[in-house]
């Protein structure tokens, strides 16, 4: 009997593996671990490039420029406010935000890519 593929969101959202979901995929905040530490899984050649930043940066900066323009509109503030609100924002979406997407992405690769894979003995 094979075991169920994990859930890739679930698996995403806590950063682990993506074949047995419980080793953990990060070596640090946003750098992939070379092999999975459970089932050794060869990580490190899963390479997503600038896809994890693009997929959050694009969408975050509409929302940032409506949402500022809108803000502007109703409330008129000092430029000083803008100048403190929008880049805080944008630093906490994307810290927090980088780490799944990217996580997402080498779960898409793993899934429906051919990967060089590497097991434990």
């Given at each position: 009997m094979t075991k169920r593929a994990t859930p890739l969101i679930t698996t995403a959202?806590?950063?682990?593996?993506?074949?047995?979901?419980?080793?953990s995929l990060f070596d640090g905040y946003i750098k992939v671990a070379p092999q999975c530490p459970v089932c050794g899984l060869g990580?490190?050649?899963?390479?997503?490039?600038d896809g994890p930043a693009f997929f959050v940066m694009m969408p975050l900066c509409i929302?940032?420029?409506?949402?500022?323009?809108?803000f502007d509109?109703?409330?008129?503030?000092?430029?000083?406010?803008?100048?403190?609100?929008?880049?805080?924002?944008?630093?906490?979406?994307?810290?927090?935000?980088?780490?799944p997407v990217k996580a997402?992405?080498?779960?898409?690769?793993?899934?429906?890519?051919?990967?060089?894979r590497e097991t434990k003995d």
């Open positions: 959202l806590r950063g682990r593996c993506p074949r047995c979901g419980e080793g990580l490190g050649n899963n390479d997503t490039g929302l940032v420029a409506v949402s500022a323009l809108v509109h109703m409330v008129a503030p000092p430029m000083w406010v803008h100048l403190l609100l929008w880049p805080t924002f944008i630093a906490l979406v994307v810290g927090f935000s980088l780490r997402i992405m080498i779960g898409l690769q793993y899934r429906y890519r051919d990967v060089e």
